[in-house]
């Protein structure tokens, strides 16, 4: 039987249960969601653009980006699109099974989508695409409350379809709502033509709106930043790689990682289920603490400095170089 772990230690401390407080339907295919602890505490703090990570029933952990205002510590809510790809599953629950009282494994807020506080006379672009609007809606007030100059381009299939219109109205002539672009990529060439050299751009949604914002951006020489709300990519093997052994300190296992197979892999041959989501590097949700040894990083997530400290490392793609690794688990 497998046996389902949660990655002990300092990361140990950010699970928490949350009890489901509210689902409100708020545009077509979107629900939104209310937490509270169930242990009546306050809620962790959190920062503009941070997700949370939610064991869904048993189809696995999901990501969600909070979208109230982060000195709320009474609650925390999220929205979640009903979707037809991998995460169909997760969302099928929330949508359909899910229901008030419920209650829910949570991982405490993580931030890949980091906001750097907009300095005076700087300007940002904001463009969303379909519930990528989400980690934005925090990061779009804090961006109205400093009183710098933003914008955001709001793109989505109909305008049926996009949540937070009305709470989006507010801002007026900022906010730009493009339901079925024709031809999005001139849009958003044009949009970005007229921004200054200084401007930021946070985009986020699917990877085709991804990349395109990316290109124009780096053309025009634009600080841009970005968070994928559908994955794509490998699970970091190559093909020179070398077997190493893999010891779980905690329960003192010693696992043979072969070269062509990944550290979850390994370990699910030996019946343990480590938590994992993206398996690619780039969520951050199966991040382990090494006790000893040299991790060989292939993530996108920890910065060049926590990759040479070896701290920690991100285990669904991450090797070792040295012969033995021990980690956390
Ligand atoms: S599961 Fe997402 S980084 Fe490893």
New binding site residues.
């Given amino acids: 039987m497998t046996k389902r772990i949660y990655t002990a230690g300092v990361y140990a401390e950010r699970d928490m249960m949350l009890t489901l407080r509210r689902r409100d339907r708020i545009a077509e295919g979107v629900l939104q969601l209310e937490f509270v602890r169930s242990d009546g505490g306050p809620m962790p703090p959190w920062e503009p653009g941070a997700h949370i990570e939610i064991d869904v029933a048993d189809i696995g952990i999901r990501h969600y980006s909070l979208i109230g205002d982060p000195k709320d510590r009474e609650k925390w809510q999220i929205a979640v699109r009903l979707t037809g790809d991998d995460e169909a599953q997760a969302s099928l629950y929330l949508h359909r099974e899910s229901g008030i009282g419920d209650e829910f494994h949570v991982i405490a807020p993580r931030n890949n989508f980091n906001f750097a506080s907009p300095t005076e006379g700087q300007r940002l672009h904001f463009i969303a695409g379909g519930i990528g609007i989400t980690p934005l809606l925090s990061m779009i007030d804090s961006a109205d409350a400093s009183g710098v100059d933003w914008s955001l381009t709001y793109l989505g299939r109909t305008l049926e379809s996009m949540p937070f219109r009305e709470r989006l109205a507010q801002f007026g002539d900022r906010v730009q709502f493009v339901p079925s672009a024709a031809r999005p990529e001139e849009l958003l060439e044009s949009l970005l033509a007229q921004a200054p050299a200084e401007a930021r751009v946070y985009t986020c949604g699917p990877e085709t709106l991804i990349d395109e914002v990316a290109d124009i951006s780096t053309r025009r020489g634009l600080t841009h930043r970005s968070e994928l709300f559908a994955y794509s990519g490998g699970n970091g093997l190559r093909e020179d790689d070398t077997p190493f052994e893999l010891v779980c300190a905690s329960s003192s296992l010693t696992v043979p990682v072969g070269e062509s197979e990944t550290i ?1 892999e390994a370990l699910g041959r030996h019946g343990i289920r480590a ?13 382990t603490r090494v006790v000893d040894g040299v991790p060989d990083h292939r ?1 996108s ?1 920890l910065s060049e400095e926590e990759k040479k400290r070896g701290e920690s490392m ?4 991450g090797r070792a170089l040295s012969d033995t690794l021990v980690v956390d688990l």
């Fill in positions: 979850i938590r994992t989501s993206c398996q690619m590097g780039v969520c951050g949700t199966c991040e993530d997530l991100m285990i669904c793609v």
